[in-house]
Protein backbone atom coordinates (compact mmCIF):
# COMPACT_ATOMS: atom_id res chain seq x y z
CA UNK A 1 0.00 0.00 0.00
CA UNK A 2 0.55 3.73 -0.88
CA UNK A 3 0.15 6.36 1.94
CA UNK A 4 0.27 10.43 1.19
CA UNK A 5 -0.17 12.52 4.01
CA UNK A 6 -0.74 16.49 3.27
CA UNK A 7 0.02 19.20 5.72
CA UNK A 8 -0.19 22.89 5.27
CA UNK A 9 -3.56 23.85 4.76
CA UNK A 10 -5.35 26.56 6.13
CA UNK A 11 -7.02 29.31 6.31
CA UNK A 12 -5.37 33.00 5.19
CA UNK A 13 -6.17 36.37 3.78
CA UNK A 14 -6.23 37.38 0.04
CA UNK A 15 -2.37 38.13 -0.88
CA UNK A 16 -1.03 36.17 1.69
CA UNK A 17 1.21 32.46 1.67
CA UNK A 18 0.58 28.85 2.52
CA UNK A 19 3.43 26.17 1.77
CA UNK A 20 1.34 22.74 1.33
CA UNK A 21 3.57 19.70 2.18
CA UNK A 22 2.92 15.81 1.07
CA UNK A 23 4.90 12.86 2.14
CA UNK A 24 4.71 9.54 0.70
CA UNK A 25 5.27 6.39 2.16
CA UNK A 26 4.87 2.29 1.45
CA UNK A 27 5.67 -0.39 -1.12
CA UNK A 28 7.15 2.23 -3.38
CA UNK A 29 9.80 1.11 -6.24
CA UNK A 30 9.99 4.13 -7.66
CA UNK A 31 8.28 7.54 -7.96
CA UNK A 32 7.72 9.54 -11.52
CA UNK A 33 5.92 12.31 -10.62
CA UNK A 34 4.21 14.04 -7.65
CA UNK A 35 2.22 16.68 -8.03
CA UNK A 36 -1.34 18.88 -6.80
CA UNK A 37 -4.71 19.06 -7.63
CA UNK A 38 -7.49 21.31 -6.07
CA UNK A 39 -11.25 20.97 -6.26
CA UNK A 40 -13.28 24.21 -5.50
CA UNK A 41 -17.24 24.47 -4.45
CA UNK A 42 -18.92 23.01 -6.66
CA UNK A 43 -16.33 22.50 -9.52
CA UNK A 44 -14.25 19.52 -11.01
CA UNK A 45 -10.50 18.39 -10.02
CA UNK A 46 -8.04 20.67 -11.93
CA UNK A 47 -4.44 20.16 -12.05
CA UNK A 48 -2.70 22.76 -10.15
CA UNK A 49 1.02 21.82 -10.61
CA UNK A 50 3.31 18.59 -11.22
CA UNK A 51 6.96 17.68 -10.52
CA UNK A 52 8.68 14.62 -11.97
CA UNK A 53 11.37 12.94 -10.54
CA UNK A 54 14.55 14.81 -12.80
CA UNK A 55 12.72 17.97 -11.86
CA UNK A 56 10.32 18.73 -14.62
CA UNK A 57 7.55 21.04 -13.71
CA UNK A 58 4.06 21.87 -15.13
CA UNK A 59 1.75 24.36 -14.21
CA UNK A 60 -1.77 25.48 -14.96
CA UNK A 61 -2.16 29.34 -16.13
CA UNK A 62 -3.75 29.89 -12.58
CA UNK A 63 -0.70 28.83 -10.84
CA UNK A 64 2.06 30.26 -12.95
CA UNK A 65 3.93 33.13 -11.05
CA UNK A 66 2.49 32.59 -7.79
CA UNK A 67 2.71 29.26 -7.29
CA UNK A 68 6.21 26.90 -6.48
CA UNK A 69 6.23 23.08 -6.62
CA UNK A 70 9.36 21.72 -5.07
CA UNK A 71 10.50 17.54 -4.31
CA UNK A 72 12.90 16.24 -2.06
CA UNK A 73 13.23 12.82 -3.52
CA UNK A 74 15.20 11.26 -0.41
CA UNK A 75 11.97 12.07 1.49
CA UNK A 76 9.70 11.59 -1.20
CA UNK A 77 7.83 14.57 -0.56
CA UNK A 78 6.59 17.19 -2.43
CA UNK A 79 5.77 21.06 -1.67
CA UNK A 80 3.95 23.67 -3.01
CA UNK A 81 4.63 27.35 -2.14
CA UNK A 82 1.91 29.49 -2.33
CA UNK A 83 2.01 32.70 -2.79
CA UNK A 84 -0.44 35.80 -3.55
CA UNK A 85 -2.86 33.87 -2.95
CA UNK A 86 -6.54 34.57 -4.28
CA UNK A 87 -10.20 33.87 -2.78
CA UNK A 88 -11.01 31.66 -6.17
CA UNK A 89 -8.04 29.45 -4.83
CA UNK A 90 -10.00 28.50 -2.32
CA UNK A 91 -10.46 24.52 -2.66
CA UNK A 92 -9.23 21.31 -1.12
CA UNK A 93 -5.97 20.27 -2.77
CA UNK A 94 -5.01 16.84 -3.55
CA UNK A 95 -1.72 15.62 -3.30
CA UNK A 96 -1.14 12.94 -6.69
CA UNK A 97 1.82 10.58 -7.22
CA UNK A 98 2.54 8.03 -9.71
CA UNK A 99 4.91 5.61 -9.82
CA UNK A 100 5.53 1.79 -10.07
CA UNK A 101 4.67 -0.54 -7.15
CA UNK A 102 7.62 -2.64 -5.13
CA UNK A 103 7.32 -6.37 -6.20
CA UNK A 104 5.05 -6.07 -8.92
CA UNK A 105 6.66 -3.51 -10.75
CA UNK A 106 3.12 -2.88 -11.25
CA UNK A 107 2.22 0.82 -12.29
CA UNK A 108 -0.21 2.93 -9.72
CA UNK A 109 -1.50 6.09 -9.40
CA UNK A 110 -2.49 7.23 -5.31
CA UNK A 111 -3.96 10.18 -4.17
CA UNK A 112 -3.97 12.08 -0.71
CA UNK A 113 -7.05 12.71 1.76
CA UNK A 114 -6.81 16.27 0.42
CA UNK A 115 -6.13 19.37 2.48
CA UNK A 116 -8.59 22.58 2.46
CA UNK A 117 -7.44 26.28 1.62
CA UNK A 118 -9.47 28.91 2.34
CA UNK A 119 -8.35 32.20 1.14
CA UNK A 120 -10.78 35.35 2.32
CA UNK A 121 -10.89 38.68 0.86
Known amino acids: QVHLVESGGGLVQAGGSLRLSCAAS????????MGWYRQGPGKQRELVATITTRGITNYADSAKGRFTISRDNAKSTVYLQMNSLKPEDTAVYYC???????????????WGQGTQVTVSS
Open 26 to 33: GSIFRINA
Open 96 to 110: NLRGVLAGTLNDFES
